[in-house]
């Protein structure tokens, strides 16, 4: 597969099997070259500013009208029904989400969906949630859209994100049993965040997002393609006799894309204290309030720890803001029991939480010198400033939720000294 390169970015492209495919000085020609059809895919509404105005012209071989009426289907585990079960402030964790067997049930992207929590309302374009997707096969013959929002996929073993933004079809082949998670936001689309006093480069660089090139498939189904709808958290299906992948030519900027957290230029301390983990955000998606984001999505890469005088892990928090956690690989230098790849942990607004007590000592007493932090792991977080409620399937039906998650701070011991304001140090 081949791609374009940067974020947002006004591009063109037409499958080199079509030369020309692309209508010369207009969008919407009486008749296009080769005589495909003209549809255009809106993100954003007709008059929004040009900064922020999202848009691309698809020249396809059948318009994408072209199926049968949607009807509703058994949505699974998919929610968006925030008051399922009583809100619970306590930090929860959840052990790996087990993948069901490919032997005994074939499971795709689609049906493997499950919704663990989120927050606000589909109807308004405001809020966000949180999922996980388990599945062991291809979607064959199938297709989905998200009406809803923009999902942002994070496949469980790699380092690679792909959002898909607003009304775009994809299709996910596995070749595995898989396991991933999704954060999907409503209303506003994923953007590159301001970068301030860090300057013009840093962070996630814009010419290393990769949007895929033109590519069509000309294929008839005769069993039927089923396109499938996720509209107003239900979802829909709907059957046509051709590959609905049959764009030839495109131009815009509304565009799915790829993103490989390896690239990620981190900024860290270099004297003493935390920066904080803001400098660690790869994509955030806006609210209307200045500074404060809908969902911000974070990682804590590979990097150099080299602040003196300072303890080094994460320090002990009460937020204001929601934080999910996730474990691509490896260990998490805050929880290096317990918190594992493939599960996660979410600290609702103010609720308390930090290094575990083993961390915290081994910390407070380690030979202050430069180190590598996080070498082989990828954790990351999606942080919000709304209130997650959690979903009856996170709470019960997965049967992964970790009833001991507390007892990793019941150790913590008083470490008060009122005779002696500066007890002696590791240093």
């Known amino acids: 597969i081949q791609y374009l390169s940067g974020f947002g970015n006004e591009c063109t492209s037409e499958d080199p099997r079509c030369p020309g495919s692309l209508p010369e000085g207009q969008n919407n020609p009486q008749v296009c070259p080769y005589n495909l059809y003209a549809e255009q895919l809106s993100g954003s509404a007709f008059t929004c500013p040009r900064s922020t105005n999202k848009r691309s012209w698809l020249y396809r071989i059948l318009p994408s009208v072209s199926h049968k009426p949607f009807e ?70 199938r297709c989905f ?33 898989t396991r991933g998670y999704i954060l999907e936001v409503y ?14 480069n840093g962070l996630a660089n814009p010419r290393d997002f990769l949007i895929p090139v033109a590519w069509y498939e000309d294929r008839k189904v005769p069993s039927g393609y089923t396109v499938i709808n996720k509209y107003q958290g239900k979802l829909f299906a709907a059957k046509q006799d051709v590959s609905p992948f049959n764009v030839v030519a495109w131009h815009g ?19 003493f204290d935390h920066a ?27 990097r150099w720890g080299v602040a003196d005088k300072t303890f080094r892990p994460p320090y002990y928090h009460r937020n204001c803001m929601s934080e999910f956690m996730g474990l691509i690989q490896g260990h998490y230098e805050a929880k290096q029991g317990g918190f594992l790849p493939g599960g996660g942990s979410l600290h609702s607004t103010m609720t ?47 049967r992964c939720l970790d ?7 019941e150790p913590l011991k008083s470490h008060f000294t009122p005779n002696s304001r500066n007890p002696a140090g590791p240093n």
């Not at 998919?78 to 067997?101: A, G, M, S, Y």
């Not at 790699?158 to 009304?167: I, K, M």
């Not at 407070?364 to 999606?382: N, V, Y």
Request: aromatic share 12%; with cysteine.
């Open 72 to 141: 509703s289907i058994d949505e699974g585990h998919v929610t968006h029904n925030w008051d399922e079960v009583d809100p619970d402030p306590n930090q929860l964790r959840w052990k790996p989400f087990e993948i069901p067997k490919a032997s005994q049930k074939k499971v795709d992207f689609v049906s493997g969906l499950h919704t663990l929590c989120g927050a606000g309302d589909i109807k308004s374009n405001n809020g966000l949630a949180i999922h996980i997707f388990l599945c062991n096969t291809s979607m064959e013959n």
């Open 145 to 177: 859209y998200n009406s809803d929002g923009d999902f942002l996929i994070g496949e469980g073993h790699t380092s690679v994100y792909f959002p898909f933004q607003r009304g775009m079809r994809f299709s996910i082949d596995v070749f595995e049993e």
């Open 187 to 200: 209303g506003v689309h994923f953007e590159l965040p301001d970068l301030g006093p860090i300057g013009a």
């Open 253 to 271: 900027n509304y565009t799915p894309y790829k993103y490989n957290l390896k690239n990620f230029m981190v900024i860290n301390s270099v004297a």
């Open 276 to 302: 904080d983990p803001s400098i660690f955000t790869v994509l955030t998606a806006k609210s209307v309030r200045p500074g404060v984001a809908i969902a911000d999505f974070v990682i804590f890469p590979p």
């Open 352 to 398: 308390p939480h930090g290094p575990d007590a083993d961390c915290f000592e081994k910390a407070s007493k380690a030979k202050l010198a430069p180190e590598r932090i996080a070498d082989g792991t990828m954790a990351f977080m999606f942080e919000s400033s709304l209130s997650l409620a959690v979903t009856k399937w996170g709470l019960k039906a997965s």
């Open 403 to 409: 009833e001991n998650y507390h007892k990793c701070w």
